[in-house]
């Protein structure tokens, strides 16, 4: 099993940033893709971003150029530095761990609330 805890959420202006983090534990490894995903209210939750555990990354239009996935595997933690960000970037975000059998990333955490106000 592998359990995820996200933090790093809050409230910021438009155009500031913020530093999110999924720090894992359980039966996780070097090799697993991990991924952040975002739910707005009245939305379906959507991809933002991906990376193997080679490093190769995958964004979301909305994501690209604004938005870095990046992890630690010696800390088993994921981050997603997000910048210059919008209110349309105000959601709930999610880490998730590619899960073989399932074809699909999953074992959510309980995720990190990102509010982008004026």
């Known amino acids: 099993q592998v359990q995820l805890v996200e933090s790093g959420g809050g409230l910021v202006q438009p155009g500031g940033s913020l530093r999110l983090s999924c720090a894992a534990s359980?039966?996780?490894?070097?090799?697993?893709?991990m991924a952040w995903y975002r739910q707005a209210p009245g939305k379906e939750r959507e991809l933002v971003a991906s990376i193997t555990g080679l490093g190769i990354t995958k964004y979301a239009d909305s994501a690209k150029g604004r938005f870095t996935i990046s992890r630690d595997n010696g800390k088993k933690t994921v981050y997603l530095q997000m910048n210059s960000l919008k209110p349309e970037d105000t959601a709930v975000y999610y880490c998730?761990?590619?899960?073989?059998?399932?074809?699909?990333?999953?074992?959510w955490g309980r995720g990190t609330q990102v509010t982008i106000s004026s």
């Open positions: 998730g761990v590619w899960l073989p059998g399932r074809a699909a990333f999953g074992s």
């Open positions: 359980g039966s996780i490894f070097s090799s697993n893709s």
